[in-house]
């Protein structure tokens, strides 16, 4: 046989069983998995399309979930403006109403506050002016004040009924002088009968009488008493009517 | 080094069948291209991340779309042929690279037998797409006068494919054996590379021409 003729028939021989195999072994395997690979590939493609729009979908509602929840946010945030200015505004006037009341109990106080240091220093003054006049009756003092006083206090005595003046009590500050007993005597009328003559101290000066009619004082004392009484109700008169409080107010 | 054209030793034989240094060559190639296709078919089922994996997917898809692209189709019978011609070829012009080894597409007898497979797998796919009369009636065409054209077209080509890869071959061995010889040891170098490229080259060519005629014969019917 041939060389040549067996090689060529060898080689074609061989060439067809190496394509048989490989197109076996090799190409029907390898395509295989190519094609599974190329399946899995667009079956991944395919899921990541679906979950891209999936995603889109979530995204868009997301965004719409997010829109709504802004929006009730904003109403929301409105409200509660609306509702906490109203709060603020009620807060405001409670605490006006509650500063205009504390205002007008301080006003109060201090009104009572201004009346009593009046009254305290109306009583003061009145005090030291009748303290005053009664150093001053001191000074002047001697028998001729001691029968001032008892003649305005005869004179008082006269301005009263005779009848209803007992029981009469007569208190001085000096022992009586017969002058001065006789003039009394004689002012009190049918009471001077009864009536109860005494030295006290205290008086300063004059006569203190009690009377079924009221106390006629006539002495020192009694009227530094009245001038203080009388200053105290004249500083409290012209306290009132010039209305010192209303700097207060005006503070 | 001995230098031959034609001649192929017969090495052994096996009874009365001589046993040539071209089929002990092209054998222990297609036992090594065989191993080397189950492993990467392994990789590629098993483990298609390995790069070797790729390497089949991508030796499978570059003929699968050159195949598709020639003839319009996808057609795996034809790919497979196509890459299985691509690999034996390429793979004997490399191993011809290997000092001591005669390449066995060096040989007249292997490419044309490997012409001849063509040859014969054209009517047989043309047959098998178009039908007997459906391939045979192209040979009529356009004018039943030119039946011998066709006849004459087709045989010379199967003598230019195995004569073409032949000559590229058995020249670029010759020259490099030749440069061996007369320049020394690593002169031939540049020559070497310039002949395994040429070998890639005539391989692809070698396939891309089995394909177009194929595919020719393919859609015979079709024009």
Redesign the interface.
């Known amino acids: 046989?041939s060389?040549?003729?067996?090689?060529?028939?060898?080689?074609?021989v061989?060439?067809?069983?190496?394509?048989a195999?490989?197109?076996w072994?090799?190409?029907k395997?390898?395509?295989?998995?190519?094609s599974e690979?190329r399946a899995k590939f667009e079956a991944e493609t395919q899921q990541a399309a679906q979950k891209l729009a999936e995603a889109e979908r979530m995204q868009r509602d997301i965004d719409a979930t997010r829109a709504n929840l802004q929006a009730e946010l904003n109403e929301l945030r409105s409200r509660e403006l609306e509702s906490v200015r109203r709060q603020a505004e009620q807060i405001l006037t409670e605490a006006r109403i509650a500063a205009e009341r504390q205002r007008e109990i301080s006003r109060r106080q201090a009104a009572q506050m201004s009346e009593t240091q009046r009254d305290t220093l109306a009583e003061v003054a009145a005090t030291a002016a009748a303290e005053t006049v009664g150093r001053l009756f001191e000074q002047i003092g001697g028998p001729e004040l001691q029968s001032a006083l008892i003649e305005s206090a005869c004179q008082q005595l006269r301005s009263l009924p005779q009848r209803t003046i007992a029981p009469v009590k007569i208190e001085s500050a000096l022992p009586l002088s017969p002058e001065q007993l006789a003039a009394l005597n004689d002012a009190l009328g049918p009471a001077a009968s009864g009536a109860d003559f005494r030295t006290v101290d205290g008086l300063g000066a004059g006569v203190r009488i009690a009377t079924g009619q009221g106390l006629i004082d006539a002495s020192v004392s009694g009227l530094t008493q009245f001038a203080r009484q009388s200053l105290v109700q004249e500083m409290k008169r012209l306290a009132n009517n010039h209305n010192p409080l209303q700097s207060v107010n005006d503070a | 080094m001995h230098l031959r054209i034609f001649g192929d030793p017969v090495l052994f034989h096996i009874g009365t069948v001589p046993v040539t240094e071209t089929m002990v060559t092209s054998t222990v190639v297609t036992l090594l291209l065989i191993a080397t296709a189950v492993l990467l078919a392994y990789l590629a089922t098993l483990r298609p991340q390995h790069w070797l994996s790729l390497v089949a997917f991508m030796i499978v898809e570059s003929f699968d779309n050159l195949v598709t692209e020639i003839i319009g189709r996808r057609h795996t019978i034809v790919s497979t042929l196509a890459g299985s011609l691509f690999l034996f070829i390429a793979s004997c012009n490399i191993a011809g690279q290997l000092p001591g080894v005669h390449p066995a597409t060096g040989s007249l007898a292997t490419t044309s037998a490997l012409a001849v497979v063509v040859f014969l797998s054209v009517p047989i796919a043309g047959i098998r797409s178009n039908g007997v009369w459906g391939y045979i009636k192209h040979y009529f065409r356009p004018n039943p006068l030119l039946m011998p054209l066709h006849v004459i077209s087709e045989l010379s080509r199967t003598l230019a494919l195995a004569v073409r890869l032949f000559g590229n071959i058995m020249s670029g061995h010759l020259v490099v054996g030749l440069l061996v010889a007369l320049a020394g040891f690593l002169v031939p170098t540049p020559i070497m590379a310039l002949d395994l490229l040429i070998g890639l080259l005539q391989a692809y060519i070698f396939a891309i021409l089995s394909t177009v005629y194929i595919g020719a014969a393919i859609s015979a019917g079709e024009e």
């Not at chain 1, 060389?3 to 074609?12: G, H, K, M, Q």
């Not at chain 1, 061989?14 to 394509?19: A, Q």
């Open positions: 046989m060389p040549t003729l067996t090689t060529f028939l060898f080689e074609a061989n060439f067809i069983v190496l394509t195999v490989l197109g072994l090799f190409f395997p390898v395509r295989q998995a190519l690979r």
